[in-house]
Every structure is written in C-alpha cells, then in structure tokens.
C-alpha cells in the first residue's frame, strides 16, 4: 500500500456498452495510466485483472461487480468473488462494505477474516457513510475508500466528490482512507489529499472518452 501513498489510483473499468470493452483495452489503458504516473490501477473483474497484470508492475485493487438479483450489494459481493480477483492478479481486493445485507449472510468482520486468510490480501471497504467506515475499520478493513457515497439509495447529491466525508472520516481512521467517487479535475484530487485521504481514484475523468467528450459538447452548447 505504501507504493501508492499520496498518488493517484486510475480506475479502469468499461461497461459491456462501452465502445472500449474489452480486456485488450483495458490493459492498454492502464499501461497509458502507468506512463502517465498513476501509482496504482483499479480494475474489475478477473479477465480485466489478469490482463492488466500482465501489462503493468503497478498495484492493482481488484473488484468484480456482479448484479445478484434481489441484492444492492454489487462490489465483490461473495467470498467466491473475492476468491477469483484474489487468482487473477490483484494486490488489495476492495468489496461492498455498506450497511446493505450480503446474500452468504456473513456479518462483515467474519468476511473479512476468511478472505483475508483464504487469499493473504489487504481489503478496501467501499463505503458510502462515515458510519460505515468507522464499522470497516472495526471489522478489520486495511484501508476504507469512499466509493459509494451518494450512489446508495439514488441519494445522489452532487455532481461532484463528496470530500465532506473524506474530511470527516480522514482524522477519525487509524487505517488509510481512499478518496473515490466523482473526482473529475485535478484540483479535487489535490483537495482531498489535503483533507487527510491516503491516495485517490479517477475513473471516468481519465478512462472515459465518452463522457469526458460530452462534458465539452455539453459547455459548447450552454447559453
């Protein structure tokens, strides 16, 4: 965890409509991020994990978002799903750690705890209150990230990061705090780091062609 300390995290990831799905693809965006100095990669699911491995010697936080039906719960939401990250390369594997009901039942400390000794990886509880990440590091997290504030819920507030979180929950964690969750410029990154987070992941201001080229339409257009 200390090779990303103070530095940027890209997110890799692209949705199956995503002109740039693909494993191929999303290695090669984290070799453009590598070159580009970002200190770690995030990526989702193990054939976009096993590929990136292969392309670049960053750290990578694995994911794997799978739709259980009837469940919110999406970020790596069994132990078999962390199992899989965990095969394909991953260096932290980072999971759900809402207050939302997980389909194994298993209270959140006891999760932990098998996946880290069946896999011997640092956790990253995603998390969208400061309640939350108070419970993740007493559950026995390795580092929280702020992934999922304002998604949970359709509570979402602002277009833009929610860095009253990051500054609440920084002073208060013994364990590294991981700003995430629509930061779009580099000013945001700075301000959070300033507030106390540990590192910060971009994924659509950086990996997003789409969106990045529709923020420019969308400025041309306004009155």
Excluded at 43 to 49: E, L, S
Excluded at 203 to 211: R, V
């Amino acid at each position: 965890m200390s090779r990303f300390a103070g530095g940027l995290i890209v997110s890799c990831q692209a949705g199956s409509r995503d002109p740039l799905h693909g494993s191929p693809f999303m290695a090669a965006m984290a070799r453009a991020a590598a070159l580009g100095g970002a200190a770690a990669i995030r990526a989702n699911g193990p054939d976009d994990i096993e590929a990136i491995h292969a392309a670049v010697e960053l750290p990578i936080i694995g994911i794997w978002k799978v739709d259980v039906p009837g469940l919110g719960v999406r970020i790596t939401p069994e132990i078999e799903h962390a199992q899989a990250v965990a095969a394909a390369g991953a260096s932290i594997i980072a999971f759900d750690a809402t207050d939302r009901a997980r389909t194994d039942g298993l209270a959140a400390a006891d999760w932990i705890a098998r996946v880290r000794s069946e896999t011997g990886l640092p956790l990253m509880a995603d998390v969208s209150t400061f309640e939350e990440g108070m419970m993740a590091e007493a559950a026995g997290a390795d580092l929280v990230a702020t992934t999922l504030a304002g998604y949970i819920d359709s509570n979402l507030s602002s277009d833009g990061p929610d860095l009253e979180l990051v500054a609440r929950l920084a002073p208060k964690l013994h364990i590294p705090l991981v700003a995430e969750g629509r930061i779009s410029t580099p000013k945001q990154a700075a301000q959070a780091i300033a507030l106390g987070a540990y590192a910060v992941v971009i994924g659509h201001a950086i990996t997003q062609p789409e969106w990045i080229t529709a923020r420019f339409v969308a400025a041309l257009r306004a009155p």
